[in-house]
């Protein structure tokens, strides 16, 4: 059973004009937070599998994934807590040139573990985004080295061996998305298209047709990208709505599962399967409860995929697993002087997402 009506290019839809790229960025590379207690934040993060970086000479703290990045988070120490912005990997070093010149701005060097140069930007919102290419990388961390054969009723894959998850973090190997709550949407997502080459994947709009959510993929041609590396969501403020990391599969997401709770963080929603990118997702809340995903067996684009549009719907944020916990659920009664644009998002979330759920 599916909520999701589904087409390409249907009228009853307004079409996300894709501008023509000036790069075509690869991949994201890292988030940037600011923190007030940031030693807590360094033990969540570490729960959570990544992994810290011996940094003697500054407050700062970085923390790399099990994969080649020289690091994948950020963590500066602040006044207030704050999500900074995020890095993307340029393809060339010309991208980083090219892309510079067409904002009027400099390239310098990268200040952070692995070097390389970068390009700073300021997207719509007034977040940090980063080009950044010619770093070192650092060789991946050794880890379960092969996913664990499945048994099914049609093939008997794993004989004469069993399934033993330890109670270690699960291991993170990058970052796989971000996504944010845009005031702008318009503007936000043509920003990002326009610069990096962010293809939209799947859009969810309201009644109207207008786009409320977006994700995006990286444009890298006939290699698959992630169904989405950002997703912006229409809403009335500038926020942050999580992180999301790749591990290793569904035992490693259920092995972090199993871990986090024992060092007593915050749940939030999981474990599930989303429907727009299939991804088996767990969330759970950092210290100061912003959300960070871990997930597994995600869906897998090229280039040439096209757009799909559909009715935004509570019940197309997951195939199967519980509901939304009850902080993302939409006010039940509509806010008499809510913008038309909140009342349409509002009203499309209060549909229920199953026959059995309210
Ligand atoms: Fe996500």
Redesign the pocket.
């Known amino acids: 059973m599916s909520e999701i009506t589904s087409s390409h290019n249907n009228s009853e839809f307004q079409i996300i004009e894709r501008p023509e790229p000036i790069v075509r960025a690869d991949a994201v590379a890292h988030v940037v937070f600011a923190r007030r207690d940031v030693d807590t934040m360094a033990r969540f993060l570490q729960d959570f599998g990544f992994r810290p970086l011996e940094n003697p000479s500054r407050e700062t703290r970085y923390f790399r994934g099990y994969g080649t990045l020289p690091f994948c988070v950020e963590v500066i120490p602040s006044s207030e807590d704050d999500f900074i912005g995020f890095a993307l990997v340029a393809k060339d070093a010309n991208d980083l040139e090219t892309l510079a010149k067409y904002d009027g701005l400099q390239v310098e060097s990268c200040d952070g573990p692995g070097g390389g140069m970068r390009v700073r930007f300021t997207d719509p919102d007034g977040r940090r985004v980063d080009l950044i290419h010619g770093f070192s990388p650092v060789p991946a961390l050794t880890t379960r080295d092969q996913l664990l054969p499945v048994n099914s009723p049609l093939q008997a894959r794993r004989v004469n061996a069993t399934v033993r998850t330890p109670v270690q973090p699960s291991p993170v190997f990058r970052i796989g998305?971000v996504?944010l709550q845009s005031p702008n949407f318009d503007v936000t997502v043509d920003w990002y298209m326009r610069r990096f080459g962010f293809i939209p994947t799947d859009v969810q709009a309201v009644d109207d047709g207008r786009p409320a959510l977006g994700f995006f993929r990286l444009d890298r041609g006939a290699e698959p990208a992630d169904h989405h590396s950002l997703a912006v969501l229409a809403g009335p403020s500038k926020t942050m709505l999580?992180v999301?990391t790749e591990t290793l599969d569904i035992d490693a997401l259920g092995q972090g599962q199993q871990f986090l709770r024992a060092r007593g963080w915050t749940h939030f929603w999981g474990i599930g399967r989303h429907q727009l990118g299939s991804q088996v997702?767990d969330y759970w809340k950092d210290p100061v409860g912003d959300e960070w995903?871990h997930?597994s067996d995600g869906d897998l684009m090229t280039a040439e995929y096209p757009t799909g549009y559909h009715k935004l719907r509570r019940g197309g944020l997951w195939e199967w697993g519980d509901d939304i916990p009850d902080s993302m659920r939409p006010p039940e009664d509509i806010p008499e002087n809510a913008p038309p644009e909140v009342k349409a998002l509002i009203q499309a979330l209060l549909v229920p997402p199953r026959p059995w759920l309210r």
């Open positions: 998305h996504v999580h999301s997702f995903e997930y």
